[in-house]
Nanobody, 120 residues
Framework: QVRLVESGGGSVQSGGTLRLSCAQS????????LAWFRQIPGKEREAVAS?????RPRYAQFTSDRFIISQDTRNLYLKVYNLQPSDTAVYYC????????????????WGQGTQVTVVS
């Protein structure tokens, strides 16, 4: 069974940097698409970035080169630079089936989320 556990959230000053991690209970091979989502208070959950079986990262337009997704064998990472108060959200790790590359991975598996709060 796929379990995803995020960590690395917290409170950070505006302009700071955070690296979020997502530990996977099983090795998610190239048969999976992996993604980060976030949910800003009062808004719908939105896809931030993903990596599909081709290993090529994809990013939402709003990321403006401040978000970097990466992975190793059992972990997915999201590094965020120059954090802004508007980045305050719960960040989720997700996995979906491989297939045509798409930002949201048609996610089927979700972590519990990690809170990121950016204070000015």
């Amino acid at each position: 069974q796929v379990r995803l556990v995020e960590s690395g959230g917290g409170s950070v000053q505006s302009g700071g940097t955070l690296r979020l991690s997502c530990a996977q209970s099983v090795y998610l091979s190239s048969d999976y698409c992996l993604a980060w989502f976030r949910q800003i208070p009062g808004k719908e959950r939105e896809a931030v970035a993903s990596i599909a079986g081709d290993g090529r990262p994809r990013y939402a337009q709003f990321t403006s080169d401040r978000f970097i997704i990466s992975q190793d064998t059992r972990n997915l990472y999201l590094k965020v630079y120059n954090l802004q108060p508007s980045d305050t959200a719960v960040y989720y790790c997700a996995a979906g089936p491989a297939g045509p590359p798409r930002l949201n991975c048609d996610a089927k598996y979700w972590g519990q989320g990690t809170q990121v709060t950016v204070v000015s």
